[in-house]
């Protein structure tokens, strides 16, 4: 990583310093204005005048080749740039790169690989955003280990739209719960952990990866749960605790989270050990039915 140079449409220019070392796979590396406000939910590796108006990374060779650009059609971009922003938005807003099968989507077109989020639904600077969370993460806050933290149905012995897997309560707005098992195949115990709403069935929200969303479907938001745990009866193995997750900071309070939103996960005292499991449900309000999806990655911090 050292050398890398992110430079802005607006000239300023910062480069990684020496010492970076390798960024492993999965991983993030976060930059940061001096204005940054989210230092309870990330911990940026740099901090420096990032500028404005897009930007390009270029690699630490010869020729200065340009790796990856994002932002607006006046400014450094990739494909169709950006939708361009009028005024000052005062929302908390992000441009977040959608994910494809746990994998950030690259087809070198940023309008088609970023979604606008926001934990608000008012327009941001004149676009219509994706209700969801900025919710960055930088080198040392966990990272995704989807293939060693493994997901599976409460009770894999009933069908997935079935209680306990999945319930719904009719109202205005109804009441969808899903509930998963989480397992341990790190082969260590984590002391934390958390799951990130990679793509959900809601206005604007993003498609889970070859499925082509219908053109009426379920509009979904991640709310907290009425409790924080629930006892529920799993097939051939009895009653089992569930630990009801809420929606993370810097989600506050309704409307609630979206895409890229983060739940922690309550890992036992002195950490989930190897092998070991532990049941989530996750809760959201229903403002219209119809079909919907649903996809998350699981979080933690550490082995690489």
Do not use: C
Request: charged residues 10%; glycine residues 14%; without cysteine.
């Amino acid at each position: 990583m050292a050398g890398f140079r992110i430079v802005s449409s607006s000239g300023s220019t910062t480069t990684l310093p020496t010492g970076t070392g390798i960024l492993g796979t999965g991983r993030s590396y976060l930059l940061s204005g001096s204005a940054f406000s989210l230092g309870a939910v990330a911990h940026p590796d740099v901090v420096a005048d990032l500028g404005s108006g897009g930007y390009q990374v270029l690699a630490p060779d010869t020729a200065g080749t340009r790796t990856d650009a994002v932002g607006p059609a006046s400014g450094f971009h990739t494909g169709t740039g950006l939708a361009a922003m009028t005024g000052t938005p005062t929302n908390q807003f992000a441009w977040v790169r959608i994910e494809r099968a746990g994998k950030p989507k690259d087809s070198s077109d940023n309008a088609a690989d970023f979604a606008l989020v926001s934990s608000s639904t008012a327009a941001v600077g004149g676009l219509t955003p994706t209700l969801g969370s900025a919710s960055p993460t930088g080198s040392t806050d966990p990272y995704q280990h989807n293939a060693s933290l493994l997901s599976a149905l409460l009770d894999p012995l009933t069908s997935k739209a079935l209680p306990p897997n999945r319930t719904y309560v009719a109202g205005v707005p109804g009441t969808l719960t899903i509930r998963r098992t989480i397992t341990n195949t790190t082969g260590a115990a984590l002391t934390s952990a958390k799951v990130r709403i990679s793509a959900l069935s809601e206005l604007g929200g993003a498609a889970l990866p070859g499925v082509a969303p219908p053109a009426t479907h379920a509009q979904l938001r991640s709310i907290n749960p009425a409790t924080t745990s629930s006892v529920i009866t799993v097939s051939g193995v009895g009653l089992v605790t569930v630990n009801n997750l809420s929606v993370d900071a810097p989600i506050t309070g309704l409307p609630g989270g979206g895409l890229n939103s983060t739940l922690a996960v309550p890992v036992p005292n002195g950490g989930l050990a190897p092998g070991a499991s532990i049941s989530v449900s996750f809760t959201f309000a229903v403002d219209s039915t119809g079909p919907f999806w649903f996809g998350y990655d699981v979080e933690a911090a550490g082995p690489d």
